[in-house]
């Protein structure tokens, strides 16, 4: 016979799947704003940044992105796209393309970031969430239900 969830847990679990939020979202685990510092990766290995405080606020570095790499798969575009047009010229190696994250204890998350996405010029609101010591980085417009997360993990 199985057992049925009850009380605060089966709450949570119906208001993430109405709202469209992942579980992980109503499970954060993160305790300290510093736990987002690091080198982390796309479970598929598209993407690789480094998060690292940018005094008080949390920001990130490219290391690595499959669309913004020539076909070679080591040359880096420039950031012809960007709206810009006084950035155009840059490589998008190194970018900072994450911005403004911010550690919003009660959540025990960070939101109202803007995520920047070189390979279509687009900007985008942005959260992050820790869960089970993975990385889930939204990126969304308007509300972070109209949304889509990339699960990441931890390399350094």
Do not use: C, H
């Not at 982390?40 to 790499?69: C, H, P, Q, T």
């Not at 810009?84 to 939101?111: C, H, M, Q, T, Y």
């Amino acid at each position: 016979m199985r057992k049925l969830v009850r009380g605060p847990l089966l709450a949570a679990a119906i208001l993430a799947g109405i709202a469209g939020i992942p579980l992980g979202y109503a499970f954060a685990q993160a305790s300290s704003p510093n736990e987002i510092v690091g080198v982390w990766e796309a479970e598929n290995g598209s993407l690789k940044f480094e998060i690292f405080d940018a005094g008080g606020i949390y920001a990130g570095r490219m290391i690595f992105g499959d669309r913004m790499v020539e076909a070679d798969g080591k040359t880096f575009k420039k950031d012809t796209l960007n709206p810009d047009p006084k950035l155009r010229s840059r490589s998008l190696k190194g970018i900072v393309f994450v911005n403004n994250l911010k550690w919003d204890a009660a959540d025990r998350r960070w939101e109202g970031g803007s995520l920047y996405d070189g390979s279509s010029g687009r900007t985008y609101s942005g959260r992050a969430t820790l869960v089970n010591g993975k990385l889930e980085l939204r990126g969304y417009v308007g509300t972070p239900v109209l949304g889509q997360t990339m699960l990441m993990r931890r390399v350094q």
